[in-house]
């Protein structure tokens, strides 16, 4: 019997010792909760581009500030639709007004979302207009280049190696332009056609 009492006891005192006994044991610290998972931050810029759809108006050189941030290099925004989609929206309500001070950034900003949109005859369209005001902006020659080289590529694929060269010839001289007028940028001395594969592994 001695060895059963013995066990007992044993088992007793060890059960006191991680929190098995029958005190109440003391809840944890509060720094020893685990926190609650913080939800995705909300910017300014999200929140004023929501504002700017559902009635506070913002003038031509707001719409171009906010989209130049949102739009910059290596952006997020790329890869959510519903807020190109919002930009669109804003840009396209900023192009209606009279002031034409901010008409080449817009224009820009534009054809870089329907460039992203894969809606290439929107954006050399846009980007076309945007090169007319302001011949000297490098990320215009920039994404003009982009655009020249997918449809040097969609031509190679079809079979049109003639048109595909054209292509690829306005492509080498906008990436050029973009290179001369800002040539710190380390985008702009990539190869072009090596930008065009990384964005088709999107």
């Not at 059963?4 to 929190?19: D, F, K, P």
């Not at 300014?44 to 941030?69: C, H, N, Q």
């Not at 001395?189 to 964005?199: A, C, F, G, R």
């Amino acid at each position: 019997m001695r060895p059963i009492v013995a066990a007992w006891l044993a088992l007793s005192l060890l059960g006191g010792t991680v929190g098995c006994s029958m005190t109440p044991e003391a809840p944890p610290p509060e720094s020893a909760a685990v926190p609650a998972e913080p939800s995705p931050p909300v910017t300014s810029d999200s929140i004023r581009l929501k504002d700017a759809l559902t009635g506070r108006e913002m003038s031509p050189a707001e719409v171009a500030d906010l989209t130049d941030r949102l739009l910059a290099d290596g952006s997020k925004t790329f890869n959510d639709q519903q807020t190109m989609a919002r930009l669109e929206l804003v840009i396209l309500k900023a192009l209606k007004t009279p002031d034409k001070t901010h008409r080449s950034v817009l224009w820009r900003n534009l054809g870089i979302i329907h460039y992203h949109q894969q809606k290439y005859k929107q954006a050399e369209h846009d980007l076309q207009s945007a090169n007319e005001l302001n011949p000297k902006n490098p990320r215009t020659h920039f994404y003009l280049a982009c655009l020249f080289a997918h449809k040097g590529r969609i031509y190679e694929k079809s079979g049109k190696t003639r048109a595909s060269r054209q292509q690829y010839k306005r492509a080498a001289i906008e990436i050029e332009l973009a290179r001369k007028l800002e040539p710190s940028n380390a985008l702009y001395k990539q190869d072009l056609k090596q930008i065009i594969q990384q964005e088709n592994g999107k």
